[in-house]
């Protein structure tokens, strides 16, 4: 076919056939990447920094992941139910992937002198320590900042870098309750709930992300790198919608309200006989299809307005209806009664139903893809889908210091020998089979996965 | 340390933002949201760090006006819309018409950046969705979101796009919640549960922004504008720590598990005097610091390591324990007990706070996370500030919101050239 016929064809597409040629998932490592020749470097532990440096690694920036010899990054610890999948600890799995990992002991002037190197190389820099750590150790800002005045470099924190909340420690429950969110979710009559997930971190890693691509497309324009203070805490007040507003108007603490919306009117989560489902119906025609759905047209009737089904009352008698309408039905008909009546449903889901989800799939939303070194893997792929320029995973994280040799070498041209004094006077590190949780899998047959063949002292 | 966190306040203080420049100053984003926090929101972002965003709504208005709590309403506008319409400048415009998607097209090829939340597919009806749009301005940035995203077989579905709807997929609801075998409480309480705040909203919005600012980014690089594809759902899934890889390695899935951590052992809710806080003590040598500070030094080989710390089994156990010490402690006597300890390793005790207590805490209204900002139409109100603060380019609030059309006059007149009696004639027509 040539070019203009198979233009032609795509302008007659219905449309979602046209994105999806567009997007074509098979075809992403055929396409550029965004973020090529940007080189990050990691200090991070735990979630908030290391998942910011992933949302780049995603988009086709060289991350550097640095973790001290040893232990390495505390994350290698943490996966459920203490359950690790051939070495690998499932939280340290979703919060890496494609990046190299390298081990310098940061805390030594030659591990210093190594960082500087990577540093006068890179665009960037992330580090979660506590505010005030690396400008001790002479890799805060202001003396990186002196070595490479492009240097993008931001400090993630709980509370952020000054302010009476500094010194305080911080994790992301700690964001999540200090900042109301926690207090905002759950019943009124049960307790406050903690999120299932460590919404704090990844999400304030990818407000991070977002910050540092600010001030790379400002750097683009000027010249220029800076300095980026983000609170884990602070993004997650952000993101408290209309809470704070109807503090200050009201005088009135927000109440928790279960799964029930009390702007949105009606949006809840109802038990039926198989599962849970979430339904919404705000627009007057959506409202409309739900209350024939449920032969309620009385309600309809009474409550077309928007303002009439907002009042607290009016809220209570909707939202009962509607448990009562749904608890005899199973997931599948609610939905299918949805589709007809032009109201929003949808199934509570677990990550299986994810993970198996025809449409998801299509989207290639969970990444199945062949890691290297570990195998199999299943991630969930890169969220903002880009159709000339997407995102893409190559592999998953990687050993303690797995990365040492291709970048010491490729990138600082570092000899074989010159690596193996360093490895001697524990100034870089690698894992050990001391520490399970920093190698590779057992059965590695040394070589896969490899950017650069390993040194090993005692050869 | 005291000179470094001097440097920080002196650079890094977004309520003093004003005297220096704006990083996104050169971007004009044009938002069609409809209904929807999600494109709100990433429009809010980039209006923060300096882009000209306009609001495109129809004539009537954007029916997300209406979503506030019980009804509240500032002239007509109800506060979650307050709270996202900084720095925006609003016109009305019927993309409907046929002059009104002309009128489109002329703003489109002078934009940077296109959102839009409608369902998929209807601006492309309208004949200005990205396949025409791109032809007449290749550069363009085009951002659809919604639940499914934008292909697949459920993209044509219809289906509204609800912050609840991408809560419940994006598997979050799932995982959060009291499980069911807690009878103490009672059994509608006992089910997953949603966020409070509009989160399957707001995480969606983040992922579209961070996706226009990669595509801004390398249109630095390539002359290249693109099509962006937001699944809010899938968002939410994306911050969802480790549970689809569990279910690919285990074949089995994480389920509710209140306010445990099916990875982190404590990292939990203890009963204080006042009622509750936060306490985390997890990894071998944090679990030592936090048996410490509270006394129980009994506990730590009691629980060794992860493996015993990470059976569910032992999860109410040992926190019954640990309340024994912390049931007599304020939140305040318990933080300072974790920050007073120079031991080895990091035992951390954080207070629970309501919005309203959260609303009162000072830290934020210094650093500029909660403003009060005088808001010539709204008057005088307490908003969510800045989040991330960049030293050279810091995000600013300049004004809060607008009404319905209030900038029509200044806007056509900027980029059409349209003038008084202009205006009049499509507003007689019902274009704005």
Redesign the interface.
Known sequence: MDRDSEKHD??RL???????K??NPEKIFSK?E??KGIRVVEIGTLVLGPMLPT?LAE?GAEVIKVELPGIGD?MR???????F?KNL???F??SNNSKYHISINLKTPEGKELMYKLVRKADVLVENFR??TT??WGL???QLSEINPRLVY?SMSG?????????????D??AQ???????????K???????????GD??GA??????V??????R???G?G??????Q???L??????????????G???E????R????VP???V?VKDG????????ED?FRGLCEAMHRHDLYERYAD??ER???ENQEEIYAAMHEWAKNKTVSEIEEI??KH??????????????ED???N??K??W?YEDMVWG??????P???????PGRIKWTARPLGFDNEYVFVKLLGMSIDELKELYRKGIIGKYTKEIPRTCPPDDWDRKSGLFFPEVRVDE | ?S???????E??NVTKAKDK?E??D?VLVLDLSY?N?AGL?SSS?LAE?GAEVIRIEPPGGD?AR???????K?KDT???Y??EGRNKFHITLNIESEEGREIFKEMAEKADVVIETFK??YM??LGI?Y?QLSKLNPKLIYTAIY???????????????????N????????????PEEYEE??E????????????GW??GG?????????????R?I?G????????EA??M??????????????RD???????F????YP???AKVKEG???I?G??DVNWKALCTVLGREDLIDQYP???E????ENWPKALKELETVTANMTTEEL?QA??EYEGEG?A?A??????????N????W??G??MKVRDPYYGE?????????????PGRIKWLCKPVGEDNEAIYKKYLGYGKSKLEELKNKGVI
């Open positions: 795509v302008e219905p449309y979602t056939e046209y994105v999806r567009m997007m550029p965004p973020l949302y988009f505390t610890s943490l996966t459920p139910f203490a359950k999948y600890a499932l939280g799995e979703a505010p005030g400008d001790k805060g800002y202001r931001i509370f952020g870098q000054w302010g009476p909340f500094t010194v305080r420690p911080s994790y429950a700690v309750a200090t900042s109301g969110l926690m207090e905002a979710t759950g019943f009559e049960a307790m406050p709930l903690k999120v299932g997930d460590w919404i990844y999400y990818l407000i991070g992300a977002f910050a691509m600010v001030g790379l497309y400002y683009q324009k000027s220029k800076q300095y980026i203070d983000l609170s805490a602070e993004n007040v952000r993101n408290m919608d209309w809470t704070w507003l109807y503090v200050h108007l009201t009135k603490n927000r928790r309200t279960g799964n919306d009390v702007a949105v949006s809840d989560i038990r849970y489902v979430a339904i919404a119906a705000f627009r959506e928007i303002e907002q009042k607290p949805a589709g032009g109201f929003a449903a949808a199934k509570v889901m677990s990550a299986k139903d994810q993970y025809e449409h998801w299509e989207r939303a969970v199945k199999e893997l299943a991630e969930v792929a969220v903002p889908k880009l159709s000339e320029s | 340390m000179d470094w966190v001097e440097w920080a306040k650079n890094c420049p990083a996104l050169d209904g926090f929101f972002l760090f029916i209406k979503m506030t709590p019980f009804g509240l500032i109800g506060l979650a307050i709270v998929p597919g492309d009806s969705g396949r639940s499914f995203g934008q292909f697949g077989r459920k993209a044509a579905s219809k289906m509204p796009d609800y912050d609840v709807i809560q419940a997929m994006g598997g979050i609801t799932w995982t959060t919640g009291i409480y009672p509608h309480t006992r089910v997953p549960t949603r966020m409070g705040p509009w989160m707001y995480v983040g992922f579209a922004a961070f996706g226009i600012m990669v595509a801004l980014f390398w630095t390539s290249k504008g693109q099509f962006i594809d937001v699944s899938e968002a899934a994306k911050v969802q720590n480790y549970y689809i890889q569990y279910y690919h390695t285990f899935t994480i389920n509710r598990v209140a306010n951590d099916p990875a982190v990292y939990t809710l509750m806080a936060f985390a997890f990894s390591t992860i493996k710390r990470l059976n569910p933080i974790t920050l990091t951390v954080g207070e629970l706070l309501t919005p309203e207590e959260s609303f805490v000072e830290n934020w210094l650093r996370a909660l109100l307490a908003v969510q500030g800045i989040a991330p603060k960049h030293e050279k380019t």
